[in-house]
């Protein structure tokens, strides 16, 4: 089991920039690939990023590749998303998932309970 629990949403104006962080527990975590994805109102659940358990791989949606950068630290249970450069279309609910296997991690195991970002025109 893990559990998953996310900080450091809020409000932003265009072009600034957030970082997200992922608490994790759990006896197995840093051995499970870690993932970012969003909600925004009226739409589906989106993937934005993924790393695997030691860091190795990334994977980032090209809607923020090159904005956004996925990070962890297994010493400190942590994951990170560095949101750089906001625009207002990454308004959304950000939430944290993991699954074992990095291949896997488009549909998590485990969720966290999201944290809201609002990018202001």
């Known amino acids: 089991q893990v559990q998953l629990v996310e900080s450091g949403g809020g409000l932003v104006q265009a072009g600034g920039s957030l970082r997200l962080s992922c608490a994790a527990s759990?006896?197995?975590?840093?051995?499970?690939?870690m993932g970012w994805f969003r909600q925004a109102p009226g739409k589906e659940r989106e993937f934005v990023a993924a790393?695997?358990?030691?860091?190795?791989?990334?994977s980032h949606a090209d809607s923020v590749k090159g904005r956004f950068t996925i990070s962890r630290d297994n010493a400190k249970n942590t994951v990170w998303l560095q949101m750089n450069s906001l625009k207002p279309e990454d308004t959304a609910v950000y939430y944290c998932?993991?699954?074992?296997?990095?291949?896997?991690?488009?549909?998590?195991?485990?969720w966290g309970q999201g944290t809201q970002v609002t990018v202001s025109s």
């Open positions: 998932a993991a699954h074992e296997y990095y291949s896997s991690i488009y549909n998590p195991r485990y």
């Open positions: 759990g006896r197995t975590y840093n051995t499970y690939a």
């Open positions: 790393i695997s358990w030691k860091g190795g791989s990334t």
